[in-house]
Structures are given as structure tokens and as C-alpha cells.
């Protein structure tokens, strides 16, 4: 089983529409973080939040951790094809250790 | 991907034979982290190591894997007679050391292991 469980795993919309795709878990993370990856990549940071309930924007992409810091979300704003891509949540746990969610494969078509 | 090197980036093996992948952490950084992604899938998590040291490796397969971060030289994981389920793209990340709160991880680019 997942510690962190993504919401969808699979998501498919037109240029112009906006999508939030989440990130759950029973933990507590010290800080969560999100990463796009493309395909033969590796993943790339895009944020990493911290206190609970923060809220940081990105441009169109607005990240926001939970107030007990056990969640979060991604919302995206008027997709782009350039948006495309495998998004992950990972949450670091009090002893420094990290772990991945399974991903939400986003595709905008165009 | 901020100067985490792994090498090499794709390695074709036969069954039985040993894969060896080589991670360069960022300069500075002393925590090192390996992760498995199949194709489609997320990334799961194999084993944290520190120099000298395997902090958690709960992720690893009971037999055939091994994982190391000797005091001088990248880390290394190995797989010994690899089977057509091994094949999948090998990600290494590292980390400062001591940082918690706020912690950053920065992953290399990827070894692609293909066994035929």
C-alpha cells in the first residue's frame, strides 16, 4: 500500500480547463513536495511546502498543504498541451525520510 | 536535474548477469536516496543511505539487491542475476544533511536498465 494515495491516477482535458488533482495520506509530513516529470526524465521540483495550510502559487499552478499537514492539492488553471506530464506528490517524514505517491499522468490536448 | 549524475543512463543486461548503477550525489550532500519507476507507474521507494550507512531499506527486495555509500565514491546500487522483471528506470535523488523542515531532494536523470 501507498503511504500517499493521488487522485486521479489518470486525468485527460482540453486546453482551457482547469483541474486539481490531490495527494492523501494519514502521516504528518515536516514538508511535501511536488514534482513533474516527463517522459525519460527524471522528476523535477516544483514546489515544496512546509506550514500547514500554505498556499504557494506557481504562475497557473496553485499548491496547498493541508492544515495538518497530511494532505495536498494541485490546482491548474487554464491547462496548457505544455502542462502534460506525470505529477507527484512526495512527503518527508520527521526522521528525513521521503516517499513518492504513484502519480496523476495529466495529458491537455491541445 | 541540479548535478545529481547517475551512470549510465541505459544498460541492456542478460538474465543472470549484474547490473551495476553509480549515483554522484550533489556537492555537499551526504543523504542519498534510490527509487524503482516501472514503466506507467510512480516512483517507489528502494533504500536512504547516508556515508557509510543504510538508514532505511525497506524498500528493497529481499534477494539479489544491494545498496551502498562508502566514504569515498558515488553510490552504488547493485542487482545480481537480474530477471526481466528488474528492467525499469532507476532514480537516484540526494539531500542535505540535517535538513528536515523544508528538506529538498534533487534527482539525476535516470538509469534505464533493460534486461533481455
Known amino acids: 500500500t501507498q503511504l500517499l494515495e493521488q487522485s486521479p491516477q489518470f486525468l485527460s482535458i482540453q486546453e482551457g480547463e482547469n483541474l486539481t488533482v490531490y495527494c492523501n495520506s494519514s502521516s504528518v509530513f515536516s514538508s511535501l513536495q511536488w514534482y513533474r516529470q516527463e517522459p525519460g526524465e527524471g522528476p523535477v521540483l516544483l514546489v515544496t511546502v512546509v506550514t500547514g495550510g500554505e498556499v504557494k502559487k506557481l504562475k497557473r499552478l496553485t499548491f496547498q498543504f493541508g492544515d495538518a499537514r497530511k494532505d495536498s492539492s494541485l490546482h491548474i488553471t487554464a491547462a496548457q498541451p505544455g502542462d502534460t506530464g506525470l505529477y507527484l506528490c512526495a512527503g518527508v517524514l520527521e526522521n528525513n525520510d521521503m516517499r513518492f505517491g504513484a502519480g496523476t499522468r495529466l495529458t491537455v490536448k491541445p | ?116
Not at chain 2, 77 to 99: E, K, M, N, T
Request: net charge positive; charged share 20%.
Open chain 2, 1 to 116: 536535474n541540479a548535478g545529481v549524475m547517475q551512470n549510465p543512463r541505459h544498460l541492456v543486461r542478460r538474465r543472470g548477469q549484474e547490473a551495476r548503477l553509480r549515483c554522484s550525489p550533489m556537492k555537499g550532500h551526504s543523504h542519498v536516496y534510490w527509487y524503482r519507476q516501472l514503466p506507467e507507474e510512480g516512483l517507489k521507494f528502494m533504500v536512504y543511505l547516508q556515508k557509510e550507512n543504510i538508514i532505511d531499506e525497506s524498500g528493497m527486495p529481499k534477494e539479489r539487491f544491494s545498496a551502498e555509500f562508502p566514504k569515498e565514491g558515488p553510490s552504488i546500487l547493485r542487482i545480481q542475476q537480474v530477471v526481466r522483471g528488474d528492467s525499469a528506470a532507476y532514480f537516484c535523488a540526494s539531500s542535505p544533511l540535517g535538513q528536515n523542515f523544508g528538506n529538498t531532494i534533487y534527482f539525476g536523470e535516470g538509469s534505464w536498465l533493460t534486461v533481455v
